[in-house]
């Protein structure tokens, strides 16, 4: 799951990154929207006029799930099923028979949370293995990331990871100045194990809003973030900022 009790973090474009990378990796990948009542995961990945089906009609009205998912363009092993439309009840019987379904046919399979500890929390925390939360470097961001991990803890999941998002890794003045949060320090502050940083990025943003991901860009920090924090996933030791260009890996840290 990549949650958050904070909305605006980045947890839809972290999801929809990492299931894209996973699957260019050859794996089985189903990226689930559970924002039950704001759906926003199709137009990220460009999929809004091909999602004929969704996650409740799946986990309670019997469509099979082989009907419902939508597969990426270009990349066979990437499906996605999305959030319905409107506000929608599951419950937690039907959504633990979706996933027992899912695992047996995909290798990964991401559920993106909306920013709050609601129903669609609960219902991700009762089949998740893993839980990736989302933070930025704001105060408000790293407090939440601290209280979610909490909220987690209380629901028996033990492995916990941090994903710091939209980390200007380029402004060198702010961080020897103090005026912004580390990356020691956000660990220290939501005492989260991380898994890795996504650099700030304009082109990142721009091509979300044309329903494009990280693989669109050039090849610069941002690709290289989602490349390591997969093969982290994967069971991979890689040094974090492995591979980024033109950073002072001692200032930011």
Known sequence: MITSCKGGVGKSTIAANLGYTLASDGANTLLIDLDLGNRCLDLILGLESRALYDVRDVAMSGIPLESAE???????????????????????????FLISKAKSIYDYIIIDTPGDIGIPFSLACLVS????????????????????????????????????????????????????????????????????????????SRAQERGEL??????????????????????????????????SRRKIM
């Open 70 to 96: 939508v597969s990426f363009p270009g990349n066979e092993k990437f499906h996605f099923l999305p959030a319905p439309y409107g506000n929608a009840e599951i419950t937690e019987d039907a959504f633990s």
């Open 129 to 204: 293995d893993i839980s990736i939360i989302a933070a930025t470097h704001g105060p408000t961001a790293i407090r939440a990331a601290g209280y979610t991990a909490q909220e987690i803890e209380k629901k028996g999941i033990e492995d916990i990871r941090l994903i710091i998002n939209g980390y200007d890794v380029y402004d060198k003045k702010s961080l020897s100045k103090g005026a912004r949060a580390s990356v020691i320090d956000i660990i220290d502050q939501t005492n989260v194990k991380l898994l890795g940083v996504v650099p700030y990025s304009a082109a990142l």
């Open 214 to 247: 990280v693989y669109t860009l050039p090849r610069g920090n941002e690709r290289r973030a989602f490349r390591n924090i997969t093969d982290r996933l994967e069971g991979k030791s890689v040094i974090l900022f492995d591979g980024f260009k033109k950073i």
